[in-house]
């Protein structure tokens, strides 16, 4: 995977207008296979140095390259709202479709810290979210299985973060028996959720007690 921060001609993109969508048109046209995560954010030191170059970017769901979509070239933005993306080099889907985000948005890869569950750029609603569905998904992230899960704002900490994002993942149900959570069934894009209903998951490397089920 590559980190970047998003330049057009020259200059910063704002994050307006940009989503899910916005993000794997982008990393496509760099040459990357799709993106896996995005944030915002006065974040690099020469971001100042920069003029701000796109804003109000609208991908629909059809556009099969970034420049079916809509756009600007002048703005109504600061460096706080420039976007960093994160691109895919050609890994499979079970490589990075989840990861654990901090409330700046940066990953986290420590055994036993809670953060917000990410799916492939967007937040995973808790419908039908259960302990099972937990452990596959930290198995996913490399860890040994789940310490815990909650949803929710998080105590307003994350609600900054949550609020930019895109809701990714929805019903997930996982069933005694299923090995991996390829084996579960879920929604993806299509959900009717609402940041209330954010997965916040802790994963385990293996020292302290896994989620038991009944």
Do not use: K
């Not at 590559?2 to 001609?9: C, F, K, M, Q």
């Not at 995560?37 to 609208?58: H, K």
């Not at 998904?137 to 040994?144: A, L, N, P, S, V």
């Not at 949550?162 to 090995?179: H, K, P, S």
Request: charged residues 25%.
């Amino acid at each position: 995977s590559s980190g970047i921060n998003a330049e057009y001609g020259g200059g910063t993109v704002c994050d307006d207008g940009f989503n899910t969508r916005t993000a794997d048109l982008i990393c496509q046209e760099l040459g990357f296979e799709s993106s896996y995560s995005w944030t915002s954010g006065n974040m690099m030191e020469n971001q100042e140095r920069f003029r701000i170059a796109m804003d109000d970017t609208s991908c629909s769901d059809e556009a099969q390259s970034f420049w079916d979509c809509e756009y600007r070239e002048d703005n109504d933005c600061n460096h706080s709202e420039d976007v960093m993306l994160n691109c895919l080099t050609g890994e499979s889907p079970s490589d990075m479709s989840f990861y654990i985000v901090d409330r700046f948005g940066n990953m986290m890869n420590a055994s036993g810290n809670e953060g917000l569950l990410m799916f492939r750029n967007g937040t995973v609603c808790d419908d039908s979210f259960n302990d099972l569905a937990a452990n596959l998904i930290c198995r996913e992230m490399g860890f040994q299985y789940a310490i815990s899960w909650t949803s929710g704002r998080y105590n307003s900490r994350y609600s900054e973060l949550q609020e930019r994002l895109e809701t990714t993942l929805d019903d997930v149900e996982c069933m005694i028996g299923d090995e991996s959570f390829w084996q579960c069934s879920y929604n993806e894009y299509e959900e009717n959720c609402s940041h209330n209903e954010d997965v916040f998951i802790t994963c385990s490397d293996g020292q302290t007690e896994e989620l038991d089920f009944y």
